[in-house]
């Protein structure tokens, strides 16, 4: 099945020639690299011209967003397959090899994702992206449950039939896009696993990702939404587990306010996450200590 790699590239001049290169090394022959410059202000549009013919780059003129100019790729590409990558991050070995091998395999099988490695600005790791503990979980189920946890198919690990990816309309234009996905594939699609590390994610201390309080808000509203307008995700999981679910994000937002000192916005979460989950305990006692800053 030919393969269409999907970079989306926003003010990525630092890292895109490195990341680009990484693809290089591993795709295959009758692949396709397509490159979305998403409206980059800075050197990008120079580097990704000096690929020349090995890349397809096409051009937004102003930014719109990792999900939305994945999207724009992926409506252009030729191959059966998609595979995602961020201009910011590696390829590692096997990155395709392993996940088309799953899709081939596996017929039943939509979307086959993988584990990545966590790395420095440099390139030094850090250690798996996903825990063992969690990793032998999805190799057992990628269902809904799972994927309620948080969000573990990164797109730079992923491999999904294109009219599967069509079925589910592609990526989401609000951020969290990947964790959105993963909630919508995991109702609609058959996921498969595969524990090996197939890219390194630099954790850039300027990504969306460290933000952490603002990123903690952003997955309630994913979550929040997802349950709203997926009623029949009731039908895979119980509602409890859904409520839970919501409640354990607000727990984490909570955290994350009371650290910055905003003890009325952490009982306010608070009192969410018990009013969802009332049988945690340890969210009432929380919601308690929080309430002894506010007065």
């Not at 020349?52 to 719109?64: H, K, M």
């Not at 592609?170 to 993963?182: I, K, N, P, V, Y």
Request: charged share 25%; with cysteine.
């Amino acid at each position: 099945m030919k393969l269409s790699v999907v970079i989306a590239a926003f003010d990525a001049a630092r890292f895109v020639g490195p990341a680009i290169d990484s693809v290089l090394r591993e795709l295959p022959r009758d692949a396709e690299v397509v490159v979305v410059d998403d409206g980059s202000r800075d050197e990008t549009g120079q580097i990704l011209a000096g690929y020349g013919a090995r890349l397809r780059v096409l051009r937004n003129d102003a930014p719109s967003g990792p999900g939305a100019a994945r999207n724009r790729g992926a409506a252009v590409a030729q191959g059966e397959v998609l595979a995602f990558h961020d201009a910011d991050d590696l390829v590692l070995p096997g990155r395709f090899a392993v996940l088309q091998a799953v899709l081939d395999a596996r017929p039943e099988v939509d979307l086959a994702f993988a584990n990545g490695m966590r790395c420095d600005p440099q390139g030094a790791p850090l250690g798996p992206i996903i825990g063992p503990r969690h990793a032998r979980r999805l190799a057992r189920d990628c269902g809904l449950r799972e994927m309620l946890r948080g969000g573990v198919v990164y797109p730079q690990a992923t491999c999904v039939r294109r009219e599967a990816f069509a079925a589910l309309g592609g990526f989401a234009s609000e951020r969290a896009e990947d964790w959105d996905l993963a909630l919508r594939a995991s109702l609609r699609l058959r996921l498969a696993f595969v524990d090996v590390p197939v890219f390194a994610y630099r954790q850039n201390p300027d990504s969306v990702t460290a933000r952490r309080r603002e990123f903690g808000e952003i997955l309630v509203r994913v979550l929040e939404n997802f349950v709203a307008t997926h009623p029949e995700a009731a039908r895979q999981v119980p509602e409890r587990v859904l409520r839970e679910a919501v409640a354990s994000q607000l727990a984490r937002c909570a955290r994350l306010r009371d650290e910055a000192g905003d003890s009325a916005g952490a009982v306010a979460a608070w009192t969410r996450a018990v009013t969802l989950a009332p049988r945690r305990l340890r969210y009432r006692l929380r919601r308690w200590q929080a309430a002894r800053g506010v007065a």
